[in-house]
């Protein structure tokens, strides 16, 4: 293998793949990104066996050819070297890599042992604007679960529901949810959050379609000159829509900012009793309150002016809280729920495409 | 105690100083801050024995009185507040936090147990402009050790060397030293390195002076509104000047930003050897060049141009010579030695100032 690189692609590309390899896992090729030429492209790829990326660069190809290299290692050294023109030569399983000023041996494994995710040979296919679903992959993926002994809980659904494209994610204390496109295809993919948080460094802010190709096994997400496969969750996804209330005894609306400066300032009296807080909102005054619990280092009580209909009390976890107020975007919302031990509902007062549902604790 | 304050100062103070209360220690009193009216001022401190911090602002303050509180939860509490007025009431050991928003109850200890540093009556009294002590604080104070095995070592000796005052620091594997001013005054004194580093967060980047009080056991820094008291440290400093190198049998003179490059990219190679680099300096080539030791990852050769005097060779800790390159500050470096054992020194072109030494690795 023989060729030539702007230090620019390559460290682009990197940057793309080398956070998916893994230098803890059991088989050490995994820590290595697999550099590999084919006709004047480059591809550069990387796996933890539940994914893989590769990007294709274009390079000036002398010798074709491939060898697998420390992902961590190539990664930190392209990103230090100045740009322009960078040769890679190959000579048994040692890179050699050289511009004007510098020279180096890189220590490679053959590519023989680099696993290969099997291909998508027969599969549904459609696409989606890249910054559409960037934004609204960010809303949802934050109220998928990390335990790993409810593995459907770790999951993002895409489901098509009266020929709307859904998105939605769980970890049975809060629930996000959001209508991605009108379509006639039907979906229905429980794809590992882990890999929508990869998926989510790729896409760019740009314009840029995603087409997506699935079978009974696997994803395959493309972007311009990005590949990323990932493996399919097994399970039955609970029937979660039958927990998003749609009318309520209690609603606030008021400005997202003034709930999350109360909400943070409560929070911060809440470390003792794990972030709890209790909102009380009240009809007659038009504000909602929230009032930390009385704690060893005192209590709080924040207060902002809402539009109320019906008054009434609640108590959440105020992380939880935070994360759904990030998550919306307009600049008013609307807090909705039906007593004490019902699911309360956020969302954006112009919108009804996002949900987003908190559990609430026993007060 | 009763009284208002701004929000915008008391944040400014809490931020001065609740860094160095500590939630730790074994005296529950010293995770708090010390609050305390004297006349129309409010004095906020914190202090964990070796150090001691006191922020003055202005208040309007209708009943005198103290308390101590939470530092962080202090902290946090009034940063998330919006500007204005705040009103601090004080009923028994509970601190009431008022806005027109936001009712807190904030749970103290009485102030009676907080310990005060005791002061100083007669002592040496000198200043120093704050802008330039801030800069050579920073270039000296890496160079100290953590290892509080060697007491002497953890701490920056300021002393007084042919009518000059010299501060210095050294870890036993690298010295750095810079000129501050002309001084008739007789200093001899070793401070803690990390109340040095605490000295740092408060200096401003303004002309402001600095005021240094010292007896025999303590140092005060008196900087706008702020005072900061620090205890000595006991012991011998070792005779530093004499590992100085003056001359050089090689002198290698080059851009820092190259040396920069070069050695940071070395440094990537050089993980498995903890940082071992080797530094080959080359008359005839007119060149420098760092070579990492081939390892497991491979191997690396990076070069730049330089003016040279006399060519030689010597290994040194990559990260030492990182970071004596961001503590310099001119275009251009000198970096002399004397043979593959003797000491290395780093300095700016321009300026005999500031000198950065570093001890050479066995190679």
Known sequence: MKLQVTQENLNRALGSVARVANSRGTLPILANVLIKTSNNRLSISATNLDIAITHYIGAKVSEEGSITVPARLMQDFISNLPSGIITLDLSDTKLNVTTDKYQSVVNGIMSDDFPVMPAITKGKKWSISGKEFKKSLQQVVLAASSDETRPVLTGVLFNTFEDSLFIAATDSYRLAEKRLTKTKEEVD???????????????????????????????????????????????????????????????????????????????????????????????????????????????????????????????????????????????????????????????????????????????
Chains 1, 2 share one sequence.
């Open 189 to 363: 993919l429980l794809i590992p959050a882990s890999s929508m948080q990869d998926l989510l460094r790729i896409l760019g802010d740009n314009e840029e379609e995603v087409t997506v190709t699935h079978d009974e096994q696997q994803v395959l997400f493309q972007v311009g000159d990005i590949e990323l496969v990932t493996r399919l969750i097994d399970g039955k996804y609970p029937d979660y829509r039958k927990l998003i209330p749609e009318k309520f005894a209690t609603e606030a609306v008021l400005q997202r900012s003034d709930l999350v400066n109360v909400t943070k300032v409560s929070s911060l009296f809440a470390r003792e009793s794990a972030g709890s807080v209790t909102i009380d909102v009240s009809e007659e005054e038009q504000s909602l309150s929230i009032r930390s619990v009385a704690s060893q280092l005192g209590e709080n009580t924040a207060t902002a002016t809402a539009k109320v209909t019906g008054s009434g009390s609640i108590t959440l976890n105020s992380r939880y809280l935070l994360d759904a107020l990030g998550a919306l975007s307009g600049d008013q919302v609307s807090f909705g729920f039906n007593g004490k031990l019902e699911p309360t509902l956020l969302r954006d007062l112009k919108s009804k495409d996002y949900r987003h549902v908190i559990m609430p604790l026993k007060s």
